[in-house]
């Protein structure tokens, strides 16, 4: 099964793909995450990016599309995907539609207003990348899954959030249409607990 998570900064895309991958048994492909460890090794493809996360722009298409392509042709992706963050701008959608096959778009939708309060109190696992909230840790700094430590991002201030929300509503809800015309879009209400949201998902995909 080949599907993309599509949704706003803080929708839960990240938190319904660790959920969604465990239960089909296909790898869950984030680029954001791809670019952060990048970031981390400070490689070429790392540098590029942080100065475009930094300000919560997008990475270049051109670099994007090569990550993803190479990533798709690896063995693990042979039963399927879940694409998490990509594709972005309907130049990445197009370049994707040219080397693999999009089988489900799940559009995970979250009212614009309870966004910010999502991403700014969002904590993050250093190992694992399983998403928590401040609201729900109960004071708690380690992840309930390996026990890392919990970090915030850098790009989940209140002015970078600004400027990716902006992002997303000019460069990447075009997607919603592009997607909806190929007949392939599911669109699930993400503004209800985890649990929820994952269930209908799951009934949604089948
Ligand atoms: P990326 O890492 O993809 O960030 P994003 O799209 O901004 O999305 P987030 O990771 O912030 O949100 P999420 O939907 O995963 O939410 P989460 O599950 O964590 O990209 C980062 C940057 O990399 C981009 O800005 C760009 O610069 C670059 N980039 C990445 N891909 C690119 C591409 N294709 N092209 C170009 N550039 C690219 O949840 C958020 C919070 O809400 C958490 O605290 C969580 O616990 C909580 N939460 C989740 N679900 C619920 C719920 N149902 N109820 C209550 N709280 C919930
Ligand atoms: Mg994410
Ligand atoms: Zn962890």
Redesign the pocket.
Known sequence: MNVI?L???????????VRLAEKYGIPHI????I??SNIKGQTPIGIV?KS??DK??????EV?IQI?KERLEKDDCKCGYLL??????VA?AEALDKFSKVEAVVN?D?PLNKLLK??T????CAKCGE????D?LEGKTTCAKCGAELIQ?A??NETTVSA?LE??EKQTAPLIEYYAQKGVLITVD?????E??FNSICEKLG
Do not use: E, W
């Open positions: 998570l949704g706003a900064p803080g929708a839960g895309k990240g938190t319904q793909a984030s680029t954001g995450d670019f952060r990016a475009y996360i919560g722009q997008l990475v270049p298409d994007t993803v998490d963050g990509f594709p972005r701008t990445q995970v979250v999502r991403i109190g969002r904590r993050v998403s928590y909230h401040v729900y991002r790009d989940d990716r992002v997303y993400g503004d209800g607990d985890i929820r949201v």
